[in-house]
Structures are given as C-alpha cells and as structure tokens.
C-alpha cells in the first residue's frame, strides 16, 4: 500500500524572548533584537500514513517586534511615573494589559496558531504543492498533487513555548 500523507505538521518553538530572556541563543552572527521582541523558528514536517514525520523545511521563522502594549499616552505622564502612581491603582485585569514586562500576557494558543498559519501560506498553492511533492520523493514517497491538496495542517508548540503558553 503506497504512503500517504496524513498532515502537515508545523512545529514552533520559542527562539527568544527578549523580555524574559527565555529561549535558545542567538547566532553571534545576529543582533539582539530590541526589547519585547520574540522570535519563533518553524519546522515544517509532512506526517505520513507510515508513521514518519519527513522534513520539508526548517529554515524559517518570523519574529513580531516590540509587541507589549505601550502605557497609556496621557498628556504629562511620563512612562516612569505611569509605572510607579498610576499602574499600582489599577485593577488586576486592567494591570495586566499594561503589564510592559510580560509580552505573555496576552498570548494565546489560538492566535499563534492562526499567526503561525498565516506566515505560512503560500504566495502560490500550485507551486508550493509541486514543491512539497518533489521535496517527499526524495524520501521515496510519490505523491500526486490532488493527493495532498487537501491535507489538513496543523501546528504544534515546541517544549520552551509550550511551557511560556502553559503559564
């Protein structure tokens, strides 16, 4: 019975986070990117009805900037004096969208996933899945391109974000 495929598969895992520090160091090569920036590196894997997972490719990844919600721009307070008089008073739910140490705290699975997904899709369907299918014969699976036109993707969490998402 000939392979198929079951899935694609997207892992994405926490490169750094430069907020907290958390992740996989950088390349000396490479800048610190500024503060509150995350970067996340993607794997992307075709799952196969044999139970491998073959890489397509895991050469790229996106990082989304200085994501933290700024504070509040009320004329004649400074962000210093927001954090210290104003930030205190605040109610707890309110508090944590100002929380400027936490880019987690507005993070979910869902939006990630969806983020994840869009950084993802192709320019062009038909090219992407004549080059998914020329990428699997050279594992020695030969698949038509009506074979995985429909194949379902999905996008799984690597283990140092899926902690930072569990918190």
Same mark, same amino acid.
């Given at each position: 019975?000939?392979?198929?495929?079951?899935?694609?598969?997207?892992?994405?895992?926490?490169?750094?986070?430069?907020?907290?520090?958390?992740?996989?160091?950088? #390349?000396?090569?490479?800048?610190?990117?500024?503060?509150?920036?995350?970067?996340?590196?993607?794997?992307?894997?075709?799952? @196969?009805?044999?139970?491998?997972?073959?890489?397509?490719?895991?050469?790229?990844?996106?990082?989304?900037? #200085?994501?933290?919600?700024?504070?509040?721009?009320?004329?004649?307070?400074?962000?210093?004096?927001?954090?210290?008089?104003?930030?205190?008073?605040?109610?707890?739910?309110?508090?944590?969208?100002?929380?400027?140490?936490?880019?987690?705290?507005?993070?979910?699975?869902?939006?990630?996933?969806?983020?994840?997904?869009?950084? @993802?899709?192709?320019? #062009?369907?038909?090219?992407? @899945?004549?080059?998914?299918?020329?990428?699997?014969?050279?594992?020695?699976?030969?698949?038509?391109?009506?074979?995985?036109?429909?194949?379902?993707?999905?996008?799984?969490?690597?283990?140092?974000? #899926?902690?930072?998402?569990?918190?």
């Amino acid at each position: 019975m000939p392979v198929r495929v079951e899935a694609f598969v997207t892992i994405c895992e926490l490169t750094l986070d430069t907020t907290t520090g958390i992740g996989l160091p950088l #390349d000396d090569k490479e800048e610190t990117p500024p503060p509150g920036t995350r970067c996340f590196h993607l794997i992307e894997l075709a799952e @196969l009805s044999d139970g491998r997972r073959v890489a397509l490719r895991a050469d790229c990844g996106f990082s989304d900037g #200085d994501c933290r919600i700024a504070y509040p721009k009320i004329k004649g307070v400074s962000e210093q004096s927001f954090q210290e008089k104003i930030r205190p008073i605040l109610d707890p739910t309110i508090k944590r969208l100002f929380d400027l140490t936490n880019t987690w705290s507005f993070t979910t699975r869902q939006d990630l996933t969806k983020t994840v997904l869009g950084y @993802l899709e192709p320019d #062009d369907d038909e090219s992407w @899945l004549q080059w998914v299918s020329e990428r699997l014969s050279k594992y020695g699976v030969n698949v038509e391109i009506a074979d995985i036109q429909s194949v379902p993707q999905q996008v799984e969490f690597g283990p140092i974000l #899926d902690r930072e998402l569990n918190q």
